[in-house]
Every structure is written in structure tokens, then in C-alpha cells.
């Protein structure tokens, strides 16, 4: 991955063995219906995904490093070679792919290298004159009216530098506008003196280093998400508890309701838990739902039923007033689903005591998960628990 541009077919295959290891469950050899789409899960814990990696943006930001290598003209034998034998005549690596299949396969990447990085100009041989960010700007967009009259667009920026006069660059005659915006250029041009040194490439990180951590974050994307996401992962709780909650947030854990969205049939969609014919959806299930409620209150919380579940999830942690809030609406969530459950798979008839005994049992043995800080508070809440 740090060489080659991996095939999508081979992507593709390694997703699938990935998928089955993910949601096949304790049998080994089981082979269940995904819960949530791979592209959910391949997103950044912080994005509101479970942190898999996406082995497509993994090799990219791989192989980009190889274009942080050629653009600084490091001292390494194959960037001297393919400088050398296909732009030495001045021209840089754009839309006409040249070299072997592995040097193209990179060039392919060249956008989104350009899309994180900037260049302090030196000799002016390695960045493009019109479509780079030099001076914390990109010319062509600075002044696209004088950019629509240019001859050559893909002239480096020593080229531009050194072309005398310098309105024979563009086509005559020019507008008003693009006139204005030429003068203007001029100044700009006066101001970045060319210098012998090689060109010298940044990133958005605000750094000449470049990163693969970063570059795979920058290409994956940010997606405003609520803070429910960010309290999950800090919990103390199990895993098992974490990525169950985590398909309670996304809405994908197999209540009828849900089955019946994806079209699967059955004799009967109502909750099971309290008998009123109500459809089994998430929000009823874990919220709404008498019996939801009756446990809810045990532990000294009330439901509103005019807010939305992010903001039910707020109003919890405001009503349990403890650090450890997140820890409780997940087990307490978890002793539900588990109530529903064991009536349907085990024919175990829920009860408010089994749900509420079957939470403190989780809640002891995240006692000995939970951090050292919290321990007085802990103990203190689990005794007005009791």
C-alpha cells in the first residue's frame, strides 16, 4: 500500500473478509447481514464512526507522500530519475500521464495532493504558476477574468517569472478587467523574488512534514456530529456495550421497526415489552415504552417526550448530574434491549426487577473498569442505587 495503488477488486475482497470478521458474532463460521453500511463504519470515531480503516483513503494518503517527495526534490535517486527524464523541459506532471504505470498511478493522486498542500516559492520550478496556492492564494481564482486570457495555463511559475514582455503571455487584446487584474498581478509578481533554493512545500497542518495520518484525516472528510459520539468512546464500559449503543445513535440495531423498513416480514411488529400494539420502533423501544420508562425512573431519571433522542440523551445527563452519566444510559440501555431479547429468544417474561438486577450486574463489573477518580462518586451513587 505504500507503493502500489492497490486494485479495487483486491479492496473489495478484503472489505468483504473484514465485514464478516465484524459482524459475524461468536459463531465462526456465521455469515449475518451487516447492521450499518461500510462507509459508516470506515469514518473516524470522532466523525461518528466505529475507526476502521478505509484501506481505499489509506493507500492514498500512502502513495501522496510519494508526491511530497518529488515536489521537495529530496535527495533520493528515483525522484532525480523522473525529473530528469520527463521534466526537465520545464513542464510538470498534469493532465498528459507520463512514465511507467506506477508513476501514473500517483500522478492520479495529484489533486488531492495540490487540494492540502502550498508552496513557498523558491526557484519557481516545481509549482505551477496559474492553479497552485503560492502567497496564500490561487491565482487563477484570484483573477479569473486575466486567467481566462492566459495562453499557456500550465506555465511554472519561473517560466511566468522570466517571460518578457510579460503581456505576450496572454492573448490581445485584453478586456478592461482583465487589464486592471494584470497590473495587479504585475505588483504581486515584483513582491516574490525567485531564489536559487528548491521550492518548499507546506500542508494545511501548518507544517513542511508531511503526514499520513493527517492526509488520511484530510481526505476522509469532517462531518458536524453530535456530542453523544465523542461521551461513548470515553465510557469505561465494554466494547460490546460501546458498539451497541453506537447502532442505538445510527438508528441500526434490529428492532421491528426497523425490520420492517428493510422489508422483512412477521407475524407481528408490535413491542413486546408492553403490549399496547405499538410498532417497535428505536425511540419507543428504549424511551418511550412503559416498561422503558418504569426503568428508566428506577434510577431517578424522567422521559420528556417532546424532545428527540440526542436531546433526551442531554436532559439525562443533566438530570444524573454525575461525570459517569454515559456510562449509565448505556447499561441501563443495554439492561432494556437485553429484557426484549431474552422475552423473545428465551421466552424469559420481562420484569422491571430482572431488568433493573441484570443492570447492576453490569454496572459491577464496570466498577472495576471505570477510573480510580470517579470512585467516590461512584460507590456514593451505587449506594442510593441499592
Not at 492497490?6 to 465462526?28: A, F, H, N, P, T
Not at 512514465?99 to 520550478?125: C, E, N, P, Q, T
Request: net charge positive; glycine share 4%; aromatic share 12%.
Amino acid at each position: 500500500m505504500s507503493t502500489f495503488l492497490l486494485q479495487q477488486g483486491v479492496i473489495e475482497q478484503i472489505d468483504k473478509y473484514r465485514r464478516v470478521c465484524l459482524w459475524r458474532g461468536s459463531q465462526i463460521n456465521a455469515n449475518q447481514t451487516p447492521k450499518a453500511a461500510w462507509t459508516m463504519v470506515c469514518k473516524d470515531k470522532k466523525e461518528g464512526g466505529l475507526g476502521v480503516i478505509n484501506i481505499n483513503t489509506q493507500n492514498e494518503a500512502l502513495l501522496i507522500k510519494h508526491l511530497h517527495k518529488f515536489f521537495n526534490r529530496e535527495d533520493i535517486p528515483w525522484v532525480s530519475l523522473i525529473w530528469e527524464k520527463y521534466y526537465s523541459n520545464g513542464s510538470l506532471p498534469g493532465t498528459r500521464k507520463v512514465g511507467s504505470f506506477w508513476w501514473r498511478d500517483i500522478i492520479k493522486l495529484l489533486y488531492k495532493f495540490k487540494g492540502m498542500a502550498s508552496v513557498m516559492v523558491g526557484d519557481g520550478k516545481s509549482c505551477l504558476f496559474w492553479e497552485d496556492m503560492w502567497g496564500d492564494e490561487v491565482i487563477s481564482q484570484k483573477f479569473p477574468e486575466l486567467h481566462s486570457f492566459a495562453r499557456n495555463k500550465n506555465v511554472t511559475h519561473a517560466t511566468a517569472q522570466s517571460h518578457q514582455p510579460f503581456h505576450s503571455m496572454f492573448h490581445l487584446p485584453l478586456s478592461q478587467q482583465a487589464y486592471s487584474q494584470m497590473i495587479a498581478l504585475q505588483d504581486i509578481m515584483q513582491i516574490t523574488q525567485l531564489t536559487g533554493e528548491p521550492d518548499k512545500w507546506s500542508y494545511i497542518w501548518n507544517n513542511q512534514s508531511f503526514s499520513v495520518r493527517k492526509a488520511y484525516k484530510h481526505l476522509s472528510g469532517h462531518t458536524n456530529i453530535h456530542q453523544a459520539f465523542h461521551w461513548l468512546w470515553k465510557t469505561s464500559c465494554q466494547s460490546k456495550h460501546k458498539v451497541f449503543f453506537w447502532l442505538v445513535l445510527k438508528d441500526r440495531i434490529s428492532t421491528r421497526g426497523l425490520l420492517k423498513r428493510k422489508g422483512m416480514i412477521l407475524p407481528d411488529y408490535s413491542c413486546v415489552l408492553c403490549g399496547n400494539a405499538t410498532e417497535e420502533s428505536l425511540i419507543h423501544l428504549l424511551l418511550h415504552c412503559p416498561f422503558a420508562e418504569q426503568c428508566w425512573g428506577k434510577i431517578n431519571t424522567q422521559i420528556n417526550r417532546s424532545l428527540d433522542p440526542l436531546q433526551m440523551l442531554t436532559s439525562f445527563r443533566d438530570q444524573l448530574g454525575v461525570p459517569f452519566f454515559m456510562e449509565i444510559i448505556i447499561l441501563m440501555s443495554w439492561a432494556i434491549w437485553r429484557a426484549r431479547n431474552d422475552f423473545i429468544f428465551r421466552a424469559i417474561n420481562p420484569t422491571i426487577q430482572l431488568t433493573i438486577m441484570n443492570f447492576k450486574d453490569e454496572w459491577r463489573l464496570l466498577l472495576l473498569r471505570a477510573k480510580k477518580s470517579y470512585s467516590p462518586m461512584i460507590d456514593q451513587w451505587t449506594a442510593n442505587l441499592a
